[in-house]
């Protein structure tokens, strides 16, 4: 689990970083704004989705790709107050960097990760591809 927390650090200074590294145009308030925002998602987005994720053996590359892009269209909509034509202007670049964002944390945190895999095999919900580890009973 200790990988998964250091993904999840990781992307959460990426975005800032390279707000701050483009300060020419953001400015160093912008680059601490988009580190508290992109802090926000990860703690109340993120972290519960890969939960979710993970409680229901949804661990594809593919998966988490799908997951990433529907986070980004919602964190389109605060947007909204300016409009319609922005959020819509908006919407795709959220889209696929939400979608770059699911791929990059499955390739950084569940990639060869044995110790996760393992886990989400035990803790296996209805969403697994992995058979049942008892006797399975069927209803009457």
């Known amino acids: 689990m200790r990988r998964v927390v250091a993904v999840f650090v990781f992307l959460a200074m990426l975005y800032p970083a390279v707000a701050f590294v483009l300060q020419g145009i953001v400015g160093p308030g912008g680059a601490i704004a988009v580190g508290g925002i992109t802090a926000a998602v990860i703690v109340f987005l993120g972290v519960p989705a890969f939960a979710l994720f993970l409680r229901m053996g949804w661990l594809r590359w593919w998966q988490f790709a799908s997951g990433g892009g529907a986070l980004g269209l919602l964190c389109s909509v605060p947007f909204a107050v300016g409009g319609g034509t922005l959020v819509a202007a908006l919407a795709p670049a959220f889209l696929a960097l939400g979608m770059?964002?699911?791929a990059l944390f499955w390739a950084l945190a569940l990639?060869?990760?044995?110790d996760l895999s393992r886990r989400a095999g035990s803790m296996a919900g209805s969403g697994s591809s992995s058979p049942p580890a008892?006797?399975?009973e069927t209803p009457r």
């Open 134 to 136: 008892g006797p399975v």
């Open 100 to 102: 770059l964002n699911g």
């Open 111 to 114: 990639w060869r990760n044995a």
